[in-house]
């Protein structure tokens, strides 16, 4: 009994009693308000689960008690089922233990809702018989991101209130839908005033009481399945329509399974279906993968030597040298997030031409119904050039993005040390230099990061935070909290020739162009990385991105494939051919041209080309990199494994159903990653030689999670 913090904590002469450690039962007037507390995000955990279970069957059982209100404390309504728990042996009471115990309840039940009610947090509410939410709330079931489906009824429930093809739409996208939107779903019943969310759904429950409103069973209400039933091609539909997102993923065909089954089969039946098929994704590896990327993500924001409690730098002004591709995209991050912003520039020219592209970005954003005209203006608002250096003075943080030559940066280094106000941070957006060289033209190393954005910067989701030498914990800090605000997943790593992304990267391009050397076709070795999840092959992301990039004509003497086809003017998709040959939908097709090219290449070697198998193209291609991920584990500049996973995942678009190269590398096995190595180091060099780290962890029986 904890009575003495019950007056504090609640109104009145309520007296509480605490079921268990995470739930506790106050009776006011004639409501029950059961209070679960259970930090961080009040999942439903097995104390959880059981807390619920006996705070309702005690509820149910006062007699004083004419109506009852579920409410948490904390950041959040119940955030869904204890990811952590999955897997393991279930105990205590069961979540449709809970849930029959809510929604037979002779009493009505009302849900109050703040923060967010996610997958089986709504599927709890859901069983409430009325639902009362702030307007900062947010409701979803987005068991999908963790390669699952909606495990406690919601897959029945949801269609049954808000319809199949708006079912469809949140359980595939598994986006969270504001209170406002969810009230005119039907989702939610009343909206509370902010900060009167208790009072609101006490007054609301009475309120049942007194008007002895229905107790609603969503379960029952078939109106809306019923008009769905005539209406079957939704489904087709749905799938056609969807199929270039979900290729790859079991998730959101399942997901379309159950709400099909809820239009065409009874409540029990459907729910029956939602069951076994997620009982099939909950013990299969794409969910494992997915699961393992929620947490991954989680733990690369948290840097072993740089506590929760570093000072923070303030970050008001921004400044970006460069209004070229990646510095206007940089600066759409930070004006996107309400951060003034300067961009500095050389010439007039180029900074108009910047200035208009953001603008021109931001358009098309608009006419897609992504902004409003006034967020336009607003965001441009707060973005101004300059062709002096001196303008940024006044700025936090400055990050440069102009060419990548050491000389260049060096040059502007040593102008920022000058101009910038002390304690500003002073970043780079190198892809490659060592920011420990660019670092020492300072007399403040500590305050020189590298922040490594991916093109399209205002798009890409991935920042490689880069320390250096002596980069201060403050500035390390900041600047995590800040990849945060402008919506960016940050992982810290070190100084290494390209980084994490770009140093594994580099393998798998190596060994592409190398394949194509010995027989395979450039759409032979992109069909693989495709099948295997990848969004493009490295040959067809090259015609993307324009094969002339980083190419001089006039250096150029047809020693390379990509020379030759520069030089035949087959540059990439805008000129309609590279390595492909594209229509004018720009439809890529395998090229002739190019296979003569390649076949004349490897004439000239005097090899004979070999027919390589899908097999040798994915381990080619994906062993190297695992091997380099554990170099860079070994030499200390990725904090865990997971962290290069997380850059893969939102970098370089690894299909996330597949956990990133070490997660993958544990599937397959570190002992069959290091025996093909040796293979091939055998046959073809030292390329393939195996990093001290993989051939470790194999000698003592490890994974890469264990490390
Ligand atoms: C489900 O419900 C299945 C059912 O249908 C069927 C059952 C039969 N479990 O993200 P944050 C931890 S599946 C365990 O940094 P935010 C998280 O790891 C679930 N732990 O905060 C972190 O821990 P740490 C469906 C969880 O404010 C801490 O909480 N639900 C869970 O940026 C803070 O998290 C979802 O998929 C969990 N379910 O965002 C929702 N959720 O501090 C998943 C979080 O040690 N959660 N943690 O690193 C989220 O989307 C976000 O966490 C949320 C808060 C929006 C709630």
Same mark, same amino acid.
């Given at each position: 009994? +904890?009575?003495?913090?019950?007056?504090?904590? #609640?109104?009145?002469?309520?007296?509480?009693?605490?079921?268990?450690?995470?739930?506790?039962?106050?009776?006011?007037?004639?409501?029950?308000?059961?209070?679960?507390?259970?930090?961080?995000?009040?999942?439903?955990?097995? @104390?959880?689960?059981?807390?619920?279970?006996?705070?309702?069957?005690?509820?149910?059982?006062?007699?004083?008690?004419?109506?009852?209100?579920?409410?948490? /404390?904390?950041?959040?309504?119940?955030?869904?089922?204890?990811?952590?728990?999955?897997?393991?042996?279930?105990?205590?009471?069961?979540?449709?233990?809970?849930?029959?115990?809510?929604?037979?309840?002779?009493?009505?039940?009302?849900?109050?809702?703040?923060?967010?009610?996610?997958?089986?947090?709504?599927?709890?509410?859901?069983?409430?018989?009325?639902?009362?939410?702030?307007?900062?709330?947010?409701?979803?079931?987005?068991?999908?991101?963790?390669?699952?489906?909606?495990?406690?009824?919601?897959?029945?429930?949801?269609?049954?209130?808000?319809?199949?093809?708006?079912? $469809?739409?949140?359980?595939?996208?598994?986006?969270?839908?504001?209170?406002?939107?969810? $009230?005119?779903?039907?989702?939610?019943?009343?909206?509370?005033?902010?900060?009167?969310?208790?009072?609101?759904?006490?007054?609301?429950?009475?309120?049942?009481?007194?008007?002895?409103?229905?107790?609603?069973?969503?379960?029952?209400?078939?109106?809306?399945?019923?008009?769905?039933?005539?209406?079957?091609?939704?489904?087709?539909?749905?799938? @056609?329509?969807?199929? +270039?997102?979900?290729?790859?993923?079991?998730?959101?065909?399942?997901?379309?399974?159950?709400?099909?089954?809820?239009?065409?089969?009874?409540?029990?039946?459907?729910?029956?279906?939602?069951?076994? $098929?997620?009982?099939?994704?909950?013990?299969? =590896?794409?969910?494992?993968?997915?699961?393992?990327?929620?947490?991954?993500?989680?733990?690369?924001?948290?840097?072993?030597?740089? !506590?929760?409690?570093?000072?923070?730098?303030?970050?008001?002004?921004?400044?970006?040298?460069?209004?070229?591709?990646?510095?206007?995209?940089?600066?759409?991050?930070?004006?996107?997030?309400?951060?003034?912003?300067?961009?500095?520039?050389?010439?007039?020219?180029?900074?108009?031409?910047?200035?208009?592209?953001?603008?021109?970005?931001?358009?098309?954003?608009?006419?897609?119904?992504?902004?409003?005209?006034?967020?336009?203006?607003?965001?441009?608002?707060?973005?101004?050039?300059?062709?002096?250096?001196?303008?940024?003075?006044?700025?936090?943080?400055?990050?440069?993005?102009?060419?990548?030559?050491?000389?260049?940066?060096?040059?502007?280094?040593?102008?920022?040390?000058?101009?910038?106000?002390?304690?500003?941070?002073?970043?780079?957006?190198?892809?490659?230099?060592?920011?420990?060289?660019?670092?020492?033209?300072? @007399?403040?190393?500590?305050?020189?990061?590298?922040?490594?954005?991916?093109?399209?910067?205002?798009?890409?989701?991935?920042?490689?935070?880069?320390?250096?030498?002596?980069?201060?914990?403050?500035?390390?800090?900041?600047?995590?909290?800040?990849?945060?605000?402008?919506?960016?997943?940050?992982?810290?790593?070190?100084?290494?020739?390209?980084?994490? &992304?770009?140093?594994?990267?580099?393998?798998?391009?190596?060994?592409?162009?190398?394949?194509?050397?010995?027989?395979?076709?450039?759409?032979?070795?992109?069909?693989?990385?495709? /099948?295997?999840?990848?969004?493009?092959?490295?040959?067809?992301?090259?015609?993307?991105?324009?094969?002339?990039?980083?190419?001089? @004509?006039?250096?150029?003497?047809?020693?390379?494939?990509?020379?030759?086809?520069?030089?035949?003017?087959?540059?990439?998709?805008?000129?309609?051919?590279?390595?492909?040959? #594209?229509?004018?939908?720009?439809?890529?097709?395998? =090229? !002739?041209?190019?296979?003569?090219?390649?076949?004349?290449?490897?004439?000239?070697? &005097?090899?004979? !080309?070999?027919?390589?198998?899908?097999?040798?193209?994915?381990?080619?291609?994906?062993?190297?990199?695992?091997?380099?991920?554990?170099?860079?584990?070994?030499?200390?500049?990725?904090?865990?494994?997971? /962290?290069?996973?997380?850059?893969?995942? #939102?970098?370089?678009?690894?299909?996330? #159903?597949?956990?990133?190269?070490?997660?993958?590398?544990?599937?397959?096995?570190?002992?069959?990653?290091?025996?093909?190595?040796?293979?091939?180091? &055998?046959?073809?060099?030292?390329?393939?030689?195996?990093?001290?780290?993989?051939?470790?962890?194999?000698?003592? &029986?490890?994974?890469?999670?264990?490390?």
């Amino acid at each position: 009994m +904890r009575e003495a913090a019950c007056k504090d904590i #609640y109104r009145g002469t309520a007296i509480m009693t605490a079921i268990n450690e995470v739930t506790d039962l106050t009776v006011e007037g004639d409501v029950a308000v059961i209070t679960l507390n259970s930090p961080p995000v009040n999942a439903l955990s097995a @104390k959880v689960r059981q807390g619920l279970y006996d705070g309702f069957k005690a509820a149910g059982a006062d007699a004083a008690a004419k109506a009852i209100v579920l409410i948490c /404390d904390g950041r959040t309504f119940i955030a869904g089922a204890d990811i952590t728990e999955f897997g393991g042996a279930m105990k205590g009471a069961s979540l449709p233990e809970v849930q029959d115990m809510m929604e037979n309840s002779p009493k009505p039940v009302v849900a109050a809702i703040h923060g967010t009610a996610l997958g089986g947090g709504l599927e709890v509410a859901l069983c409430a018989h009325y639902r009362v939410a702030v307007p900062s709330a947010k409701v979803g079931l987005p068991e999908v991101n963790l390669g699952l489906l909606p495990g406690a009824g919601g897959t029945q429930r949801l269609p049954r209130i808000v319809g199949a093809q708006k079912a $469809l739409e949140m359980m595939t996208s598994g986006q969270h839908v504001p209170a406002k939107a969810a $009230l005119a779903m039907g989702l939610v019943d009343e909206l509370a005033e902010e900060g009167k969310l208790r009072e609101t759904a006490i007054a609301f429950a009475k309120k049942c009481v007194a008007e002895n409103k229905p107790l609603v069973k969503v379960r029952d209400n078939n109106t809306k399945v019923e008009a769905d039933r005539a209406n079957p091609d939704i489904f087709a539909n749905f799938r @056609k329509a969807n199929a +270039r997102k979900f290729r790859g993923f079991l998730a959101p065909e399942y997901n379309i399974r159950c709400v099909e089954a809820a239009v065409n089969l009874p409540f029990d039946e459907g729910l029956a279906v939602e069951r076994k $098929l997620f009982m099939e994704l909950m013990t299969g =590896s794409q969910s494992a993968a997915q699961r393992y990327a929620f947490f991954a993500e989680r733990a690369a924001q948290k840097i072993p030597d740089v !506590p929760d409690d570093t000072a923070l730098i303030p970050v008001n002004k921004v400044g970006v040298i460069g209004a070229g591709t990646m510095g206007g995209g940089i600066a759409m991050n930070f004006a996107n997030a309400g951060i003034a912003v300067t961009i500095v520039e050389v010439k007039q020219d180029a900074l108009e031409r910047g200035l208009s592209t953001i603008r021109k970005n931001y358009e098309r954003t608009a006419a897609r119904g992504g902004l409003t005209a006034e967020q336009v203006e607003e965001r441009m608002g707060l973005i101004s050039g300059s062709l002096d250096m001196n303008d940024l003075a006044d700025k936090d943080l400055v990050i440069e993005a102009v060419f990548e030559r050491m000389d260049i940066k060096k040059d502007i280094f040593t102008k920022l040390d000058a101009i910038c106000k002390a304690g500003a941070i002073l970043a780079t957006n190198t892809s490659a230099l060592n920011i420990d060289e660019i670092a020492s033209v300072t @007399k403040r190393p500590e305050a020189v990061i590298g922040l490594h954005f991916f093109s399209p910067a205002n798009v890409m989701k991935l920042l490689e935070i880069v320390r250096a030498d002596h980069t201060s914990k403050e500035v390390i800090a900041t600047s995590m909290k800040l990849a945060k605000k402008i919506g960016k997943v940050a992982v810290l790593v070190g100084v290494c020739p390209g980084f994490v &992304g770009n140093r594994i990267l580099f393998q798998r391009q190596r060994e592409a162009q190398k394949l194509v050397l010995e027989g395979a076709m450039p759409w032979d070795v992109d069909r693989v990385l495709y /099948d295997f999840g990848f969004p493009m092959g490295p040959f067809a992301m090259s015609d993307l991105a324009g094969l002339d990039i980083g190419w001089v @004509k006039e250096k150029s003497n047809g020693e390379t494939i990509r020379d030759v086809l520069c030089e035949m003017d087959r540059r990439g998709q805008k000129t309609g051919a590279g390595y492909y040959d #594209y229509d004018e939908n720009r439809n890529a097709k395998p =090229s !002739p041209v190019t296979e003569k090219i390649i076949n004349d290449f490897i004439v000239k070697s &005097g090899r004979n !080309p070999r027919k390589i198998s899908d097999e040798e193209i994915l381990e080619r291609c994906i062993y190297p990199m695992i091997n380099e991920g554990a170099k860079i584990l070994e030499e200390g500049k990725a904090i865990r494994a997971s /962290d290069i996973d997380v850059v893969w995942e #939102y970098g370089y678009g690894w299909p996330v #159903y597949r956990g990133g190269p070490m997660w993958y590398g544990d599937q397959v096995g570190a002992a069959k990653v290091l025996e093909k190595m040796k293979e091939f180091q &055998g046959a073809m060099g030292d390329d393939f030689k195996p990093s001290a780290l993989l051939e470790k962890i194999v000698a003592e &029986g490890k994974t890469f999670a264990d490390l």
